[in-house]
Protein backbone atom coordinates (compact mmCIF):
# COMPACT_ATOMS: atom_id res chain seq x y z
CA UNK A 1 0.00 0.00 0.00
CA UNK A 2 1.74 3.29 -1.24
CA UNK A 3 2.29 5.99 1.47
CA UNK A 4 -0.88 8.21 -0.26
CA UNK A 5 -3.73 5.51 0.12
CA UNK A 6 -2.48 4.64 4.03
CA UNK A 7 -2.99 9.01 4.70
CA UNK A 8 -6.26 8.37 3.01
CA UNK A 9 -7.19 5.66 5.12
CA UNK A 10 -5.92 7.42 8.13
CA UNK A 11 -8.30 10.64 7.35
CA UNK A 12 -11.37 8.07 6.78
CA UNK A 13 -10.83 6.55 9.77
CA UNK A 14 -10.83 10.31 11.97
CA UNK A 15 -14.14 11.19 9.94
CA UNK A 16 -15.71 8.17 11.07
CA UNK A 17 -14.66 7.36 14.86
CA UNK A 18 -17.37 8.76 17.39
CA UNK A 19 -15.59 11.35 19.73
CA UNK A 20 -14.84 9.70 22.82
CA UNK A 21 -12.93 13.38 24.08
CA UNK A 22 -15.37 15.82 24.54
CA UNK A 23 -14.46 19.56 25.65
CA UNK A 24 -16.07 20.65 29.25
CA UNK A 25 -17.29 23.82 27.83
CA UNK A 26 -19.22 22.29 25.02
CA UNK A 27 -21.04 19.92 27.36
CA UNK A 28 -23.14 19.39 30.10
CA UNK A 29 -23.16 17.28 33.56
CA UNK A 30 -25.59 16.08 35.65
CA UNK A 31 -25.32 15.05 39.58
CA UNK A 32 -26.87 14.36 42.30
CA UNK A 33 -27.76 12.27 45.46
CA UNK A 34 -29.82 9.03 45.77
CA UNK A 35 -31.82 8.38 49.46
CA UNK A 36 -34.07 5.87 50.34
CA UNK A 37 -37.57 7.25 52.16
CA UNK A 38 -35.93 7.78 55.27
CA UNK A 39 -33.54 9.95 54.39
CA UNK A 40 -30.35 7.67 54.36
CA UNK A 41 -27.85 7.90 51.24
CA UNK A 42 -27.99 4.59 48.74
CA UNK A 43 -24.65 3.69 47.45
CA UNK A 44 -24.51 1.35 44.25
CA UNK A 45 -27.29 2.38 42.70
CA UNK A 46 -27.48 2.21 38.85
CA UNK A 47 -28.12 5.59 37.13
CA UNK A 48 -28.42 5.45 33.44
CA UNK A 49 -28.59 8.63 31.46
CA UNK A 50 -30.05 8.08 28.15
CA UNK A 51 -29.96 10.87 25.45
CA UNK A 52 -32.94 10.99 23.55
CA UNK A 53 -31.70 12.15 19.94
CA UNK A 54 -29.35 9.41 19.43
CA UNK A 55 -30.67 6.69 22.18
CA UNK A 56 -27.11 6.86 23.04
CA UNK A 57 -26.97 6.01 26.90
CA UNK A 58 -24.60 6.42 30.01
CA UNK A 59 -24.30 4.55 32.98
CA UNK A 60 -22.97 5.40 36.57
CA UNK A 61 -23.05 4.41 39.99
CA UNK A 62 -23.69 6.47 43.27
CA UNK A 63 -20.43 6.08 45.53
CA UNK A 64 -20.69 5.34 49.26
CA UNK A 65 -22.28 8.80 50.14
CA UNK A 66 -24.91 8.25 47.80
CA UNK A 67 -23.51 10.83 45.48
CA UNK A 68 -22.95 10.22 42.14
CA UNK A 69 -22.00 12.57 38.79
CA UNK A 70 -21.92 12.21 34.56
CA UNK A 71 -20.04 14.44 32.47
CA UNK A 72 -18.98 15.28 28.86
CA UNK A 73 -22.47 15.15 28.22
CA UNK A 74 -23.76 16.10 24.84
CA UNK A 75 -26.66 18.87 25.16
CA UNK A 76 -30.15 17.80 24.45
CA UNK A 77 -33.03 16.08 26.27
CA UNK A 78 -32.87 13.18 27.92
CA UNK A 79 -34.19 10.33 30.16
CA UNK A 80 -32.11 9.67 33.67
CA UNK A 81 -32.93 6.23 35.57
CA UNK A 82 -31.94 5.11 39.02
CA UNK A 83 -31.95 1.73 40.31
CA UNK A 84 -31.16 -0.54 43.11
CA UNK A 85 -32.23 -4.07 43.87
CA UNK A 86 -35.01 -3.79 46.53
CA UNK A 87 -36.59 -0.88 45.44
CA UNK A 88 -38.51 0.50 42.81
CA UNK A 89 -36.70 2.04 40.07
CA UNK A 90 -37.01 6.00 39.51
CA UNK A 91 -37.06 7.79 36.56
CA UNK A 92 -36.78 11.31 35.60
CA UNK A 93 -38.02 12.21 31.93
CA UNK A 94 -38.42 15.75 30.23
CA UNK A 95 -34.84 16.74 31.37
CA UNK A 96 -33.16 19.44 28.81
CA UNK A 97 -29.60 20.23 29.45
CA UNK A 98 -28.12 22.89 27.81
CA UNK A 99 -24.66 23.77 26.67
CA UNK A 100 -22.03 24.43 30.07
CA UNK A 101 -25.25 23.10 32.21
CA UNK A 102 -24.18 21.26 35.72
CA UNK A 103 -27.56 20.23 36.58
CA UNK A 104 -28.48 18.51 39.90
CA UNK A 105 -31.07 15.78 39.69
CA UNK A 106 -31.60 14.15 43.26
CA UNK A 107 -33.63 10.34 43.73
CA UNK A 108 -35.76 9.10 46.27
CA UNK A 109 -36.27 5.36 46.06
CA UNK A 110 -39.11 3.64 47.78
CA UNK A 111 -38.82 0.02 49.11
CA UNK A 112 -40.25 -2.36 46.33
CA UNK A 113 -40.20 -4.84 43.21
CA UNK A 114 -37.32 -3.76 41.47
CA UNK A 115 -40.33 -4.25 38.39
CA UNK A 116 -42.30 -1.56 39.57
CA UNK A 117 -41.35 2.18 38.99
CA UNK A 118 -41.71 5.64 39.69
CA UNK A 119 -41.74 8.35 36.76
CA UNK A 120 -41.64 11.83 37.03
CA UNK A 121 -41.97 13.81 34.01
CA UNK A 122 -40.66 17.47 34.28
CA UNK A 123 -41.19 18.90 37.70
CA UNK A 124 -38.81 21.54 39.07
CA UNK A 125 -36.40 23.54 37.23
CA UNK A 126 -32.89 22.29 37.25
CA UNK A 127 -31.05 23.88 39.73
CA UNK A 128 -26.93 24.67 38.96
CA UNK A 129 -25.20 24.80 42.67
CA UNK A 130 -21.16 24.19 41.59
CA UNK A 131 -21.34 27.73 39.76
CA UNK A 132 -21.98 30.94 39.92
CA UNK A 133 -21.47 32.05 36.18
CA UNK A 134 -23.95 35.24 35.41
CA UNK A 135 -25.82 34.19 31.57
CA UNK A 136 -27.99 32.91 29.29
CA UNK A 137 -28.67 30.15 26.88
CA UNK A 138 -29.45 31.16 23.06
CA UNK A 139 -31.70 27.89 21.89
CA UNK A 140 -31.49 26.49 18.32
CA UNK A 141 -35.17 27.79 17.72
CA UNK A 142 -34.58 31.86 18.75
CA UNK A 143 -31.50 31.17 16.50
CA UNK A 144 -33.28 30.36 13.38
CA UNK A 145 -37.24 32.10 14.00
CA UNK A 146 -35.41 35.91 15.13
CA UNK A 147 -35.14 37.76 12.27
CA UNK A 148 -30.89 38.16 11.64
CA UNK A 149 -29.40 40.71 9.39
CA UNK A 150 -26.91 38.74 7.46
CA UNK A 151 -28.01 35.74 9.74
CA UNK A 152 -24.85 36.67 12.30
CA UNK A 153 -26.12 35.07 15.01
CA UNK A 154 -23.57 37.26 17.25
CA UNK A 155 -26.37 40.17 17.38
CA UNK A 156 -28.87 37.24 19.18
CA UNK A 157 -26.10 37.82 22.07
CA UNK A 158 -27.89 41.11 23.33
CA UNK A 159 -30.70 39.49 24.41
CA UNK A 160 -28.77 38.33 27.57
CA UNK A 161 -28.72 40.92 30.16
CA UNK A 162 -25.42 42.83 31.04
CA UNK A 163 -24.85 43.19 26.80
CA UNK A 164 -25.08 45.90 24.81
CA UNK A 165 -24.62 47.13 21.12
CA UNK A 166 -20.92 48.91 21.38
CA UNK A 167 -21.54 52.72 19.54
CA UNK A 168 -19.16 54.11 17.28
CA UNK A 169 -16.76 50.67 17.26
CA UNK A 170 -14.71 48.95 14.40
CA UNK A 171 -15.57 45.67 14.98
CA UNK A 172 -19.38 44.93 15.67
CA UNK A 173 -20.47 42.03 18.08
CA UNK A 174 -21.22 42.89 21.95
CA UNK A 175 -20.15 44.60 24.34
CA UNK A 176 -20.51 42.86 28.52
CA UNK A 177 -19.76 44.04 31.20
CA UNK A 178 -18.74 47.30 30.43
CA UNK A 179 -15.84 45.77 28.46
CA UNK A 180 -14.63 46.54 25.03
CA UNK A 181 -15.60 44.01 22.28
CA UNK A 182 -12.45 43.00 22.03
CA UNK A 183 -12.39 41.48 25.37
CA UNK A 184 -15.00 38.92 24.71
CA UNK A 185 -14.11 35.55 24.25
CA UNK A 186 -15.28 33.08 21.88
CA UNK A 187 -15.25 29.42 21.50
CA UNK A 188 -17.26 27.08 19.24
CA UNK A 189 -17.62 23.13 20.24
CA UNK A 190 -14.69 23.69 23.55
CA UNK A 191 -12.29 25.26 21.00
CA UNK A 192 -10.63 28.93 20.82
CA UNK A 193 -12.56 30.78 18.17
CA UNK A 194 -11.22 34.13 18.83
CA UNK A 195 -9.57 35.83 15.87
CA UNK A 196 -6.29 37.98 16.87
CA UNK A 197 -4.00 40.13 15.71
CA UNK A 198 0.02 39.98 16.05
CA UNK A 199 0.13 41.55 19.48
CA UNK A 200 -2.75 38.99 20.75
CA UNK A 201 -5.74 41.23 21.06
CA UNK A 202 -9.09 40.10 19.69
CA UNK A 203 -10.05 41.40 16.49
CA UNK A 204 -13.32 41.29 15.06
CA UNK A 205 -14.78 38.44 17.63
CA UNK A 206 -14.90 35.00 15.96
CA UNK A 207 -12.61 33.41 13.66
CA UNK A 208 -15.40 30.88 12.30
CA UNK A 209 -18.68 31.93 12.06
CA UNK A 210 -21.17 28.93 11.23
CA UNK A 211 -24.45 29.45 10.04
CA UNK A 212 -27.18 29.57 12.22
CA UNK A 213 -28.72 25.99 10.88
CA UNK A 214 -25.60 24.16 12.02
CA UNK A 215 -25.54 25.56 15.89
CA UNK A 216 -27.56 23.98 18.10
CA UNK A 217 -27.19 26.69 20.97
CA UNK A 218 -24.98 29.11 22.79
CA UNK A 219 -24.56 30.65 25.99
CA UNK A 220 -23.56 34.05 26.46
CA UNK A 221 -21.68 34.38 30.52
CA UNK A 222 -21.40 38.24 31.14
CA UNK A 223 -19.77 37.85 34.55
CA UNK A 224 -18.36 35.00 37.17
CA UNK A 225 -17.45 32.71 34.72
CA UNK A 226 -14.65 30.08 35.42
CA UNK A 227 -10.88 29.78 34.88
CA UNK A 228 -11.53 27.39 31.92
CA UNK A 229 -12.35 30.26 29.45
CA UNK A 230 -9.91 32.83 30.97
CA UNK A 231 -7.94 35.91 28.87
CA UNK A 232 -11.04 37.67 28.89
CA UNK A 233 -12.29 40.70 30.91
CA UNK A 234 -15.62 41.08 28.55
CA UNK A 235 -18.25 38.05 28.01
CA UNK A 236 -17.66 34.54 26.67
CA UNK A 237 -19.81 33.58 23.98
CA UNK A 238 -19.89 29.55 24.24
CA UNK A 239 -21.60 27.83 20.71
CA UNK A 240 -21.85 23.86 20.35
CA UNK A 241 -22.86 23.20 16.76
CA UNK A 242 -25.60 20.56 15.99
CA UNK A 243 -24.97 16.99 15.46
CA UNK A 244 -27.07 14.46 13.64
CA UNK A 245 -29.74 11.67 15.57
CA UNK A 246 -31.85 8.59 14.81
CA UNK A 247 -34.28 11.32 12.30
CA UNK A 248 -33.01 12.34 9.56
CA UNK A 249 -33.23 16.30 9.51
CA UNK A 250 -32.33 19.31 7.33
CA UNK A 251 -32.75 22.47 5.76
CA UNK A 252 -32.51 24.72 2.47
CA UNK A 253 -32.83 28.34 2.51
CA UNK A 254 -32.12 31.29 -0.28
CA UNK A 255 -32.39 34.74 0.79
CA UNK A 256 -32.40 37.37 -2.14
CA UNK A 257 -31.95 41.14 -2.63
CA UNK A 258 -32.12 42.52 -6.08
CA UNK A 259 -31.56 46.16 -8.00
CA UNK A 260 -35.10 45.34 -9.54
CA UNK A 261 -37.04 45.27 -5.86
CA UNK A 262 -35.28 48.53 -4.67
CA UNK A 263 -36.11 52.11 -5.25
CA UNK A 264 -33.51 54.36 -6.77
CA UNK A 265 -30.52 56.01 -4.81
CA UNK A 266 -31.18 59.40 -3.80
CA UNK A 267 -27.98 60.26 -5.12
CA UNK A 268 -28.24 58.75 -8.46
CA UNK A 269 -28.20 60.76 -11.78
CA UNK A 270 -31.67 60.99 -12.88
CA UNK A 271 -30.69 60.20 -16.06
CA UNK A 272 -29.15 57.17 -15.34
CA UNK A 273 -29.72 53.35 -14.66
CA UNK A 274 -30.27 52.39 -11.22
CA UNK A 275 -26.71 50.67 -10.49
CA UNK A 276 -27.09 47.27 -10.44
CA UNK A 277 -27.31 45.17 -7.00
CA UNK A 278 -27.90 41.32 -6.40
CA UNK A 279 -27.23 39.60 -3.58
CA UNK A 280 -27.68 35.73 -2.71
CA UNK A 281 -27.21 34.18 0.44
CA UNK A 282 -28.24 30.69 0.16
CA UNK A 283 -27.28 26.92 1.55
CA UNK A 284 -28.40 23.81 3.11
CA UNK A 285 -28.11 21.58 6.50
CA UNK A 286 -28.44 17.83 6.56
CA UNK A 287 -28.36 15.53 9.63
CA UNK A 288 -29.23 11.97 10.43
CA UNK A 289 -27.76 8.31 11.23
CA UNK A 290 -25.14 6.24 9.64
CA UNK A 291 -25.94 3.49 12.12
CA UNK A 292 -28.52 4.35 14.22
CA UNK A 293 -28.22 4.81 17.66
CA UNK A 294 -24.27 4.59 17.26
CA UNK A 295 -22.83 6.89 14.65
CA UNK A 296 -24.36 10.15 12.98
CA UNK A 297 -23.17 12.96 10.72
CA UNK A 298 -24.14 16.21 9.95
CA UNK A 299 -23.08 18.45 7.08
CA UNK A 300 -23.83 22.08 6.10
CA UNK A 301 -23.02 24.99 3.17
CA UNK A 302 -23.81 28.61 3.00
CA UNK A 303 -22.50 30.72 0.38
CA UNK A 304 -23.09 34.63 -0.17
CA UNK A 305 -22.61 36.19 -3.26
CA UNK A 306 -22.78 39.80 -3.99
CA UNK A 307 -22.64 41.73 -7.26
CA UNK A 308 -23.11 45.63 -6.97
CA UNK A 309 -21.48 49.03 -7.71
CA UNK A 310 -22.04 52.42 -6.10
CA UNK A 311 -23.13 55.97 -6.80
CA UNK A 312 -20.00 58.01 -5.70
CA UNK A 313 -20.22 62.09 -5.55
CA UNK A 314 -16.34 63.18 -6.05
CA UNK A 315 -14.87 66.35 -6.65
CA UNK A 316 -12.31 66.53 -9.54
CA UNK A 317 -9.86 69.22 -10.38
CA UNK A 318 -10.65 71.77 -12.94
CA UNK A 319 -8.31 72.52 -15.61
CA UNK A 320 -6.23 75.81 -14.36
CA UNK A 321 -5.65 73.81 -10.97
CA UNK A 322 -4.45 70.89 -13.51
CA UNK A 323 -2.03 73.94 -14.41
CA UNK A 324 -1.10 74.77 -10.73
CA UNK A 325 -3.78 77.43 -10.71
CA UNK A 326 -5.57 77.16 -7.55
CA UNK A 327 -6.50 80.56 -7.02
CA UNK A 328 -10.44 80.06 -7.26
CA UNK A 329 -10.41 77.71 -4.35
CA UNK A 330 -11.20 80.10 -1.81
CA UNK A 331 -8.41 78.71 1.07
CA UNK A 332 -4.47 78.67 0.55
CA UNK A 333 -2.43 76.07 -0.23
CA UNK A 334 1.35 75.70 1.38
CA UNK A 335 4.29 74.93 -0.39
CA UNK A 336 5.76 71.16 1.30
CA UNK A 337 9.44 72.70 0.75
CA UNK A 338 9.46 75.44 2.94
CA UNK A 339 8.63 73.50 6.34
CA UNK A 340 10.12 75.27 9.85
CA UNK A 341 11.03 72.41 11.78
CA UNK A 342 10.91 74.87 14.87
CA UNK A 343 7.61 76.68 14.32
CA UNK A 344 5.85 73.93 12.03
CA UNK A 345 5.10 77.25 9.70
CA UNK A 346 4.85 76.82 6.05
CA UNK A 347 4.65 79.52 3.65
CA UNK A 348 1.79 79.68 0.84
CA UNK A 349 2.20 79.59 -2.70
CA UNK A 350 1.79 83.47 -4.11
CA UNK A 351 -1.61 84.03 -5.29
CA UNK A 352 -2.03 80.33 -4.26
CA UNK A 353 -0.08 79.34 -8.00
CA UNK A 354 2.10 76.34 -8.08
CA UNK A 355 5.26 77.59 -10.54
CA UNK A 356 4.80 76.03 -13.79
CA UNK A 357 8.73 74.47 -12.61
CA UNK A 358 7.71 72.86 -9.69
CA UNK A 359 5.09 70.69 -11.70
CA UNK A 360 6.27 67.20 -12.87
CA UNK A 361 4.97 66.67 -15.77
CA UNK A 362 3.30 63.39 -15.12
CA UNK A 363 1.21 65.08 -12.71
CA UNK A 364 -0.50 67.41 -15.21
Known sequence: MSRRSVRCVLVLILLFTPRSIVAQVETARIEGTVRDTTGAVLPGVQITLTHLQTNRSVTTFSNDTGRYVSVALPVGDYRVSAELSGFKAAVRSGIRLEVQQSAVIEFVLEVGAATDQVEV???APLLNTSEAAQGQVIDNKRIVDLPLNGRDYVQLALLSAGTVQPVGGRYGGFSASGQRTTQNNYTIDGIDNNSLQAAGEAERGEAVKPSIDAIQE??????LYSAEFGRAAGGVLNLT???GGNAFHGTVFEFLRNDALDAKNFFDPPDSPKPPFKRN???FSLGGPIVKGKTFFFTDY?????RESLTQVVTLPTPHMKEGDFSGLGQPIFDPLTFDPETGARRPFPGNIIPADRIDPIAR
Open 241 to 243: TRS
Open 121 to 123: VGG
Open 281 to 283: QFG
Open 218 to 223: FRVVTN
Open 302 to 306: EGTRI
